[in-house]
């Protein structure tokens, strides 16, 4: 063992994606024993900063050095054997099989010819003792609860008994007893020396567990402080860059009757939404919170009938309808912007053309049954200047716009089919912060024309920034709906584990 | 105990629904088998159940070739032409030395084994291609084992039509040859083929590999969830070429003995076989998602097949009336299939 004092360097590390550095010249530092904080916006490249290092990605220049020695590590598993473990974002895990098979996944102990069954079985038993969890190993992962698999990823991580280990946002889908819970493993993990990486957007987890945190911002590295030197609001302004109050533009519009009225919704296929109301005036800007898996999104996917409705009544205007597919919906006047714009929102090789008005599509019929050029090419380019959409052309590939300029030929889509509800999943993850404030401008606008907009987020700051009202959903249920002008993050994180 | 009590409570109707939609296939084959013992009572009867056996043999372990595969998320189109292949050429090198239309006139003749082990390596090396393309250039493997399909059935096609005599059925097999799959045990006066026996180690050894490896896990990770895999540390290109290269291998063996079994072999021996074999294992609840399926499963699918063509035969149906049944029972089995995955997202 070297007598470094960092166990970890990242030094100028960059990377490029076609059309995007997501990375450029960054470094971070980690010392032994202590926990690292990586904080940054989506998009920040916090997540490809660590790819880099566990060798998912190729870095396209800079050095790695693992305690005293420079390492490239060329795949998971070669990381995973010189001491670097990673708790992964999103869950990676294979459902299909048991709790141990996944921990044990890529390194099966193996007796003679066969993996050793009692022993993984063992072992893992063994693990989740050390650790405090009950969970049996012999369970299928399909039937754990999001907040278990999320316990058994990190014990998994955990169990490589590595040097580095990074975390990813493992409080996503955790509730409080639970984070402590977690808080208390990376103590320990803290006192045998392990450097911990540790990747969150919640900013008041930072007190309780970092020591120092590095900031990135658009790919670029911003600071690197000592947790007691910083406030949130400092580290939340190197963030973004730019003052908090110049992050949301002024809602003008006042909400005024009520639009759309949702009663008792309940969707087909559990687990999903149960018993969920509410209403949505005009005027409004209705945001929707709640963890990862609290089915925030299926309360918008119920609503515009890409999911089968159990029971529950929806009104538009006072008057029943059904929406019972979204073709249905986009007639009475509902729009949906998904939250995975890549695959559910655009259509990467074709043009900003083709992309801007293909759900109106029908409007553009002539007596002739064809479709009238000029008017298209009119709406298209009303689309592109309101909207400063940023494209070469109006020929130019989706793929090749920038996530924000995507996102607005996304939203300039659904207003041409003049929605009188708009349904937003997520509608600035992974944009940059001008190109957010611009959307956010186009909703406002939207309220100022009389229309109800309802806001599915993950970001706190966006929606106590830019809603009249929120509502917060818990575990597929309906946990309080709350006034913007009168709610703290506080208030709502307490809701969002009212029924875990 | 109790707890199992416990789980039973908790059974609902709803898991009662779920049990026979999940099962609805074999409900549907077991109606299907009722009205065919119905109409020709005389179906059920140990020479009919034997023939059912051997025939289903060869078919079981292409199918569980084309079945690992499928556990990997992929699929193989290229089995029933590889089959072809492999018949032809183990054909063509074990033809009776006194045989009049040898394709080889002078060739000596070749203990048993070697052109099986030829055969084995030349299926083993087309779909190591396939599996290398898949994993390495990322193509679906619909389009390259329909692409490969083509190309084997070019390569046989060419090889069987050769002098000195040209494209004819290559027959006159060696004695040894067809008594290696159409001979049999005399258990207690019952005739039991020895082509069950080969299907049952095969179905022993795959059984074991799809549960007791380490590739066993891997393939069912990789199947299940392959970017989990990859993180976890598993070598997934490494594992993608070992289950296309087993299931060539497989391809070979089931094609000499397919070869042995009819005692002849023609270019198009094996064609539609991996309809045949895929439709089993999806009857046979593998997932066409990858990750769910087990061996018993895709026996039990391959045997349910071969039952309903022999006894749709038995009862008279015509061969055409049978194809729309079987595609059909296709549809229904895939159906069902999608429809559970739909609900669980």
């Known amino acids: 063992m070297s007598n470094n004092e960092y166990l970890l360097e990242m030094k100028g590390i960059s990377k490029s994606f076609p059309g995007v550095k997501a990375l450029d010249q960054v470094h971070i530092k980690v010392k032994k024993g202590t926990v690292h904080a990586l904080m940054g916006e989506n998009g920040a490249g916090k997540s490809t900063l660590m790819k880099c290092l566990f060798g998912i990605y190729k870095r396209d220049e800079g050095d790695i050095i693992l305690d005293g020695k420079p390492i490239t590590f060329t795949s998971a598993s070669d990381a995973l054997e010189n001491g670097v473990s990673m708790v992964h974002q999103e869950l990676n895990q294979v459902l299909t099989t048991r709790v141990m098979d996944n921990i044990w996944l890529g390194r099966f102990p193996k007796k003679g010819l066969f993996v050793d069954e009692e022993k993984i079985y063992n072992d893992t038993l063994e693990i989740f003792k050390s650790l405090d969890i009950k969970i049996d ?239 298209m090419k009119k709406d298209i380019q009303w689309v592109i200047d309101s909207m400063s959409v940023k494209t070469p052309s109006l020929k130019t590939k989706m793929e090749s716009l920038s996530g924000g300029n995507q996102q607005k030929i996304i939203v300039g889509r659904w207003l041409l089919t003049q929605p009188e509800v708009l349904l937003m999943d997520e509608p600035t993850r992974g944009i940059d912060v001008g190109a957010k404030y611009e959307i956010y401008q186009l909703m406002i606008e939207l309220t100022n024309q009389g229309k109800g907009v309802i806001m599915v987020s993950s970001e706190m700051p966006e929606l106590i920034g830019i809603t009249d009202r929120i509502m917060v959903m818990s575990n597929g249920k309906l946990a309080g709906i709350l006034d913007t002008k009168t709610a703290t993050q506080e208030d709502i994180l307490r809701l969002t584990n009212k029924h875990l | ?105 002078d060739l000596a003749q070749l203990p048993l084994w070697l052109p099986i082990v030829i055969v084995m390596l030349v299926t083993g090396a087309f779909s190591l291609m396939n599996g290398f393309v898949i994993a390495k250039f990322k193509v679906d493997p619909f389009i390259q084992t329909l692409g490969m399909m083509i190309i084997v059935y070019g390569v046989n096609s060419l090889y069987y039509d050769r002098p000195p005599y040209g494209a004819q059925p290559i027959g006159g097999l060696d004695e040894r040859f067809a008594n290696f799959a159409q001979g049999f045990f005399n258990i207690g006066g019952f005739k039991v083929p020895y082509l069950i026996l080969y299907a049952s180690i095969i179905t022993v050894l795959i059984y074991i590999v799809w549960n007791k490896t380490v590739f066993g896990k891997n393939i069912f990770a990789i199947g299940g969830n392959s970017e989990a895999a990859f993180v976890s540390g598993v070598n997934v290109t490494k594992n993608l070429l070992m289950v296309y290269t087993m299931a060539g291998f497989l391809y070979g063996i089931g094609g000499s003995l397919e070869a042995a079994r009819i005692g002849t072999a023609t270019n198009n021996t094996g064609l539609m076989y991996e309809l045949d074999a895929i439709a089993a294992c999806i009857v046979g609840g593998l997932s066409f998602d990858g990750g769910i399926g087990t061996v018993p499963g895709v026996v039990a699918g391959v045997l349910i097949f071969q039952v309903i063509a022999y006894g749709l035969s038995f009862v008279g149906v015509s061969p055409y009336m049978q194809y729309i049944i079987k595609g059909l029972i296709i549809i229904i089995a895939v159906a069902i299939d999608s429809r559970e995955h739909a609900k669980q997202n």
Do not use: C, W
Not at chain 1, 195 to 213: F, N, P, R
Not at chain 1, 235 to 252: A, C, H, Q, S, Y
Not at chain 2, 43 to 60: A, D, G, K, M, Y
């Open chain 1, 137 to 375: 190993p012999r369970e299928d992962l399909d039937t754990l609860q999001v907040s278990e698999k999320q316990m058994v990823e990190i014990a998994k991580a955990v169990s490589y008994d590595s040097k580095i280990l990074v975390m990813d946002e493992p409080t996503s889908s955790l509730t409080e007893k639970e984070v402590n819970h977690l808080f208390k493993i990376i103590r320990n993990l803290k006192e045998k020396g392990v450097g911990i990486l540790y990747i969150s957007h919640k900013m008041e987890e930072l007190d309780q567990i970092a020591d120092e945190v590095t900031i990135l911002r658009d790919g670029q590295y911003i600071a690197t402080r000592d947790i007691d030197n910083i406030t949130v609001d400092e580290i939340i302004n190197l963030m973004v860059g730019r003052d908090l109050t110049n992050r949301f533009p002024e809602k003008t519009s006042v909400p005024g009757e009520t639009i759309l009225k949702v009663e008792n919704l309940t969707a087909a296929t559990q687990p999903s939404i149960n018993d969920v109301s509410f209403d949505l005036r005009k005027g409004e800007i209705l945001g929707i919170a709640g963890l990862v898996g609290s089915k925030r999104t299926d309360v918008l996917e119920t609503i515009f009938g890409a999911r089968q409705r159990k029971s529950g009544k929806i009104y538009l205007h006072g008057e029943e309808i059904n929406n019972d597919n979204p073709h249905e919906a986009n007639t009475n006047g509902f729009a949906m912007i998904t939250e995975e714009r890549r695959e559910t929102g655009i259509f990467s090789d074709l043009g900003v053309d083709f992309n801007t008005v293909i759900a109106n599509i029908f409007t553009y019929r002539n007596k002739n049954r064809l479709l009238n050029q000029p008017a």
């Open chain 2, 1 to 105: 105990m109790s707890e199992l009590r416990e789980k039973f409570k908790n059974y609902s109707s709803e898991d009662y629904k779920h049990f026979v939609l999940s099962n609805a296939i074999f409900f549907v084959l077991l109606g299907l088998l009722v009205v065919i013992v119905v109409l020709e009572p005389s179906f059920i009867s140990f020479r009919n159940f034997r023939n059912i056996l051997s025939q289903s043999s060869t078919r079981i372990i292409m199918a569980l070739g084309v079945g690992s595969i499928i556990v990997t998320k992929g699929t193989d189109l290229s089995l029933g032409r590889q089959v072809g292949l492999a018949a032809v050429i183990s054909a063509s090198l074990l033809q009776a030395p006194g045989y009049a239309y040898r394709m080889y006139p």
